[in-house]
């Protein structure tokens, strides 16, 4: 992907792509692997979200269900009550885009008629009622679509993911999943590929990824990478969840270097320095 042309529409707003942009996580959920529980109360969640803002994040994705490995499924009544007033709070106090990190298609209908510009499906939006909620998002209101690769299901996704060739396969799927929402009308500038990485992935798979994003970022779509913070980064350190800033930041300038359009990260402040010298250094000579 050339990041000089490039643009993502989110609703109302267009999000220039000419250099990387940060995806601030903000978890309202009680056991989420990195944060649970940390920004659960509604007004830790604003807050949160405020200090995210103020640090650069570019877009706040809001996640209710922890799809953590192992996660146990929450109900549509529950993922809805944690969303929908903290995405309401933050659209009407900031000026960012919000996404919303669901597969339900109850709760896509009304985080769009709230204000959100982007909709952000671990599962692809394969199930055909997301995938109706996101087409009809995506036409009737410009939303952005993340589309992300997971072999299996959160529940089961580490047991023993198995590929002949693991870049080629989630090219593939994420190319195919794409091409379809464009052949039914959603163009290429509110579609997003995220590889999955963690998600039904082996340390070996995750690397190889990461190694060849340009098969992915050559395509004429927006790709977010999610490295922060996981398993994939503790393995290589040695650390623990909150000792892994440093390898996440190596691992999001790489990705960002590789031609990845947004990092999707706990720390906000420290990525958005890493990639301000990344962008110094990449700039063409004055």
Known sequence: MNHDSKSLR??????????????????????????????????????????????????????????????????SQQELDRVLPVLEAITARFDTVCSVDTSNPVLMCEAVRLGAGMLNDIRAFQRPDAEAAALDAAQRHGVALCIMHMQGEPANMQTAPHYQNVVQEVRAFLISRASRFEQLGVPATQLVLDPGFGFGKDLAHNYALLRELVQLTQQRFAVLAGLSRKSMIGAVVNRPIDQRLSGSLAAAVLAAERGVSILRVHDVAATVDALKVLDYVLRPAQ
């Not at 942009?21 to 989420?32: A, H, R, Y």
């Not at 920004?39 to 405020?50: G, I, K, P, S, T």
């Not at 994040?57 to 799809?67: K, L, N, P, Q, R």
């Open 10 to 75: 989110c609703g109302k707003r267009v999000l220039g792509l000419s250099r990387p942009q940060v995806m601030g996580i903000l978890n309202v959920t009680p056991d989420s692997f990195s944060d649970g529980g940390h920004h659960f109360r509604w007004q830790d969640a604003l807050d949160h979200a405020d200090a995210m803002v103020q640090q650069g994040a570019a877009i706040i994705d809001i996640g209710g269900e922890s799809t953590r490995p192992g996660a146990a499924t929450v109900s």
